[in-house]
């Protein structure tokens, strides 16, 4: 059977690599893994379940179970829209606080690698070159620097109160005083919060975010999404005319 080809694409957050991998994914046809949502909707449903982040055996056994499906950008579990807990600062939060438990990790990866289906795959987050998908035919690490990753993710934040549509709910209810700040305010609280989550997902002792041997480096600090994705999709031309 034909290997289904993987693009993976990891890095820090707010990144950019999400969109990044979104657009990939659309222009080649390709699944997308969102590997974060998948961490971040393992600590919403721990939640829902009433399991204490601290309980290693129970949180695994609740990822591994979770009833979660992706549809039309959502995120639900056992039926239920809970999307804007998923995409919450606070779920990111978790995600990255049970991220670090070795016993949730291996109940998710057969979840993820179940993502890998025809024609093919872009699959975004920490350890999807080193862990995941080690075989991957292109590999990228997709970074920029911390003050402009802080602002972009400070400018989401505004544009997401700003939006009428936004699942703004629980970021307001639990970042009313940095969401209703002035925006510099904002984006000191972010930048701090960005590099206190580098710091716990790369140091984590078990697939911590790190440039796999392998892969190529995407700065994308001066680059616009549309230039980073060219990036990808060249890279990976040309890595499929060596095969
Ligand atoms: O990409 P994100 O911000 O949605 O991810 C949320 C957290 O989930 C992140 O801080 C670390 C964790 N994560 C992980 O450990 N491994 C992945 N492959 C993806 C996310």
Redesign the pocket.
């Known amino acids: 059977m034909p290997v289904v080809p993987v693009i993976a694409i990891d890095g820090p957050?707010a990144s950019g690599k999400?969109a990044v991998a979104q657009r990939v994914a659309q222009r080649l046809g390709f699944h997308y893994l969102?590997?974060?949502?998948?961490?971040?909707a393992a600590g919403v449903a721990a939640r829902i379940a009433g399991i204490s982040l601290d309980d290693e055996a129970a949180l695994a056994g609740c990822g591994a179970a979770m009833d979660l499906e992706f549809r039309d950008g959502g995120v639900l579990l056992a039926g239920r829209d809970v999307t804007a807990d998923v995409r919450s600062e606070e779920g990111?939060r978790t995600?990255?606080r049970i991220?670090t438990l070795p016993l949730l990790?291996a109940a998710l990866l057969a979840r993820q690698q179940r993502f890998r289906q025809a024609p093919g795959l872009v699959a975004?987050?920490?350890?999807?070159a080193t862990v995941?998908f080690p075989d991957a035919g292109l590999k990228v690490f997709l970074t920029a620097d911390v003050a402009e990753r802080a602002r972009r993710r400070a400018l989401q934040l505004a544009a997401a109160q700003d939006a009428a549509d936004a699942p703004k709910g629980l970021i307001e209810k639990e970042n009313s005083a940095i969401i209703r700040a002035p925006f510099d305010t904002v984006l000191a609280a972010v930048l701090a919060e960005l590099v206190e989550?580098d710091e716990?997902?790369s140091a984590r002792s078990v697939?911590p975010l790190k440039r796999a041997a392998d892969a190529r480096v995407l700065d994308t600090t001066a680059l616009s999404i549309d230039e980073a994705v060219d990036a990808v999709c060249l890279w990976y031309q040309g890595a499929q005319a060596q095969h």
Do not use: E, L
């Not at 969102?34 to 971040?40: K, L, P, T």
């Not at 975004?124 to 999807?128: H, I, N, V």
């Open positions: 957050s999400g969102d590997s974060g949502a998948i961490y971040r990111g995600a990255s991220a990790r975004d987050g920490r350890d999807m995941v989550r716990r997902d697939a």
